[in-house]
């Protein structure tokens, strides 16, 4: 089933059990989330104000949007988590082709106070087609992902849960972190474009 098309009026949130991960392979997601070490951002590349610690593993903000691997420790083991033949043919049902690359992905943690402002994601890189962030934790106040629907001239709230992903079209819908009340929302974001450049992966 493509979800193309709902994708095209709306972000998406698949629960636990429609994401092809196993079990094991949360585990590995989640294990690497706890053991990276973090930097604090509170400026992005394009400008808009964060609160939130970021760890990189790939990375575009150079010539030419050209990624690179920032973390070759980890790198190996997330990526074929997340490039793996069964997730190639899911990603397949949100951009539509077997010809993508990941110019970006990296973990995220907000604390109390922490928050991210509404941003268009194609903002940082114009390539970007969809944005997925996947959800490692529910235990938390506020961060909420809201986003503009334009269609309704509305501001939507998403409901995520622990082991949840958001799937959203990177140029469709701009949307927010609203500011963190309490306890630790961590994440994994990362972003799927059509080919523009090689990427030594």
């Known amino acids: ?30 294990r ?3 053991d990276v070490n973090y930097e604090k951002v509170t ?9 939130i610690f970021v760890s990189r593993v790939v990375y575009d903000q150079f010539k030419d949007y050209k990624p690179k691997i920032m973390n070759t420790k980890i790198a190996p083991e997330i990526l074929s988590v997340l490039l793996s033949e069964k997730m190639r043919a899911f990603y397949k049902e949100i951009i539509g082709s077997d010809h993508f690359i990941m110019p970006r992905c990296q973990f995220t943690i907000l604390e109390k106070g ?8 194609t903002d940082t890189n114009p390539h970007y087609y969809a944005s997925i962030v996947l959800h490692f934790s529910s235990g938390y106040t506020g961060g909420s992902y809201t986003y503009t629907n334009y269609l309704r001239d509305a501001e939507v709230e998403l409901k995520t849960k622990e082991n949840s992903m958001v799937v959203a079209l990177s140029s469709r819908f701009p949307h927010y972190v609203q500011a963190m009340e309490g306890g630790e929302r ?3 974001t990362y972003f799927l474009s059509f080919p523009y450049c090689q990427m030594d992966l």
């Open 1 to 30: 089933m493509s979800f193309k098309h709902e994708l095209l009026h709306q972000p998406m949130v698949f629960p636990k059990k429609e994401i092809p991960f196993t079990e094991s392979e949360w585990q590995i997601l989640r």
């Open 32 to 34: 690497i989330s706890s």
């Open 43 to 51: 400026l992005s590349n394009a400008g808009d104000t964060h609160e």
């Open 114 to 121: 922490g928050f991210i402002s509404e941003h268009l994601d």
């Open 186 to 188: 961590r994440t994994l």
